[in-house]
């Protein structure tokens, strides 16, 4: 039903790019992704449309003799002559850049994520999910309201240089997500679960298991009062504590001095409970790549902090160079229209050595925070978070007592790593690229409305 | 192409609903970081979409780039959208129109070279990182875009758009020890290049800012009496009110609509709330949406009562209620959704001043920092504060964050003041869709017993 892999613009034209490029005596790389989707969507239980994209989209990046960096992006067609042109006359009043654009390796051993299932994946297949996951839900939480995306596709990347080298991987994508909405009186309840990742092999039972768990703990509404409790993050939930820690081993932002790590590579600040180390040849884990979008081959594994020491940031080649590092393979861009930056691949938090349930039996009063609002929008530089709670639960005695509603939780995030009293032994992968256990962090500010 | 797009949004015999949207767009943006262009890039996009609803089956929406396909595009499309199951939904037609929407700005961007543009933002650089000792990293940032798009449907309207963007933002971090605090502010428009003029103060302010919250005391955690600037109102109804009246949210379900039933009061009586797409160049503004639906002022909230709500031409069909304008995409990559344009609290009588007198001990929250909503639930946070103590306001104070619930924080607003104004800078994102402006307007806005997060509790 969707015409994909189409070419719209052969190889042949990149080549002349970069090839007028090394003619002209300037260095250049030029980043290509193109992508194919198809998706549906269920709405409120119901079959609602299907979207299909198909775009590419290519960057290039040049580097003039006087080392001045230009970019322009663009979609095809595009003369090729016109594309150097035009990053040419931005390099005129580019920043002068101490790196150089790298060589490719010569290999091309690495073995491509892609799952032919999902390439040939069917809307009728892709509706069969949709109508089991709205018919189970339907039958087992009849007042529910169940929207569902189902989406799958294949994401090509390409890397060609003024050396005349090319690399290029291709991966296969597949998401899908359930928004459960319960109403009742003047009570909204919203329950969000999804999974992605780069095979057809999503457990889309685990998946319902998951809304379920969640509708039911949230049966009943409780209240809790203000004041410090220990707090058990779910996987989804513990994004709180990482992305100001993401933001601190940034090395664009060490380069500028606006991460609070800049001179503390290397020294112990977090609980000994805490390893966090990048993957970045995890199979069919989203984020995963044999090179960055800068050409860089990845390595397979690195740490960033081991047990509670910080060991290494994210270096792409500029900021390396801005800081006489070694890129870590860390170059990534947002989208073709995007100079690269420093970011992750995949990752994984260390997990712990018991269950999740034995550390809510052992928890005498808290909270479980499986997800949260606001996000980002405190001061994530400092590391201070403070969000309302959008889906948690209140423990007491060892048990999930029920849902708590109008409740804030503020911290500083970096000091939360500090006070982590465990780490549950299974894990969950968010987005398909971040494996993260339950942490148990005590203590932990508590703001309710009542 | 005008002729083409006309032609082939006939094509459909069996009563589909069909559009066609093609865009292009140029883009050029500029980041100064400190001394140095951190980044500096023109791009330039072509591509199009095609979306089509069968009345027996579900919407068919394909995106696509180049133009060179259109009519391939439109067959496959038709013979496509009959496969898929049925959604038992449906469109309110329009009438067809055909119109050419242009803009002339005073200073058109596209004519700029390139090296005006980067020494106007060096000197704002420079500007920022002198303002304070403590500014280690001043960034300017800068985007102009130029969007044109050819947009036809099958209700015979044909329509051709001229969409100028132009927006500039200061970013100061200022940096004491371990202490990082950031703070930003800028302009945006519907304009061209003589808005990012003449902006010196403003660069100076920023940096100035990012230097006092240094020395701003944390806010503790607790539930306060609130008082909010234009700035922080505009996002405060956007988030606590406006999101929950797009109607998409409730157009399948029954309940919600019940809670949501026009004529209910849902706020106290000196609120009301408007959401106006047909006004002049602000940033949400333009006389069709991207359904080729004419925009309009929609009253969400009169004195109270919740009085209406935003529609596409498929939500207003699902309930039975009147398409207002508010399909809304970010680009062609995406189909129209229901979304806000530019939304306002309509001002009251009292003197701004007059909102802080009975506060015993409060907090006036100033500008944003940003916003999220889950249906009943958000939060909110201003750049900044001022304790309120005894009437008067007091020393600045940071790191606050403001929640609530829909249906309870609408009714502690008891004092809406009389200096209302436009916040362009503002945008929203909606699923896939990031980055749409949209516009708020608001006058100072005092609110009773609000949740604030915080490290300490009161």
Redesign the interface.
Known sequence: MFDCGRSLWGDSAMREVVSIAKARGIQADLFVRKVWEKSIEYEAGVFRGYVAREHTGCGLRVIRSDRRLGFYAFTLPCAPSEAVEQALEVSAFGDAVDFTIPSYPSTTEWKDFVDPRLEGLSVREMVEIGEYLVGQLKATHPGVLTNVRIAAGREERELFNHHEEEIRFARTFFEISIEATRVKDDDILTVYVERSWGNRDIDVDDLLKEVKLRLDLSERMVSVQSGQYPVLFTPSGCMVLLYPLLYGLNGRNIAFGKSPLQDKLGKVLFSSLFSLVEVPQEPWALGSCPFDDEGILTPEERVLVESGKVEDGFWDLWSAARTGRKTTASGFRRSPWDMPEPGFSVLKIKNGLRDRETLVEELEEGLVVDSLLGLGQSNIASGFFSCGVQLGFYVKGGEIQGRVKNVMISGNAYEALKNIRELSRDCRWVQGSILAPYILVEPIQVNAAS | MRETLRDLARRPQNGEYLEIRLEHTVTTSIRI??A????????????GSLRI?HPKT?????????WDDLEEHVA?GLR?VV???????GVIRGEGTEEEIRFSPREDFRGKP??EK?QLLFAYARMLREASPFV??AVVEYRDEWRTVYFANSDGSVIFWEKPDISLSFVA?A?KG?????YRDGVAGKAGFELVRGLEELAHRVGKQAEALLFAR?FP???YDVVLDPVLAGVFIHEAFGHLSEA?FL???E??QK?MVLGKPIASPVLSVFDDGSLENLRGSSPYDDEGTRTQRTYLIREGYLSGRLHSRETAFLLGESPTGNARTISY?F?PIVRMTNTGIEPGTVSPQDLFADIERGVYAVEY?????????????PAYGYLIEGGKIGEMV????L???L??TLGKIDAVANDFRWTEVGWCGKGEQMGLPTPTGSPHVRLR?V???????A
């Open positions: 970081h400190n140095t262009v951190e980044r500096l890039k023109v791009t330039e996009e072509r591509g609803l579900g919407w068919w929406f394909a995106s696509f780039q180049g496959f496509s496969l898929l199951p049925q959604s038992g939904t390139l090296g980067v280690v990293s971090t940096r371990d202490q990082i605090e950031v944390p955690g607790g539930v998409d157009s399948r379900n309940r919600l809670l990559r189909p920092v940003g916003g999220n909503t889950a249906l009943e639930l958000f939060t909110f946070s940071k790191d606050i964050v929640s609530g619930n249906f309870q017993e949740l604030v997060g915080g490290q300490r509790h």
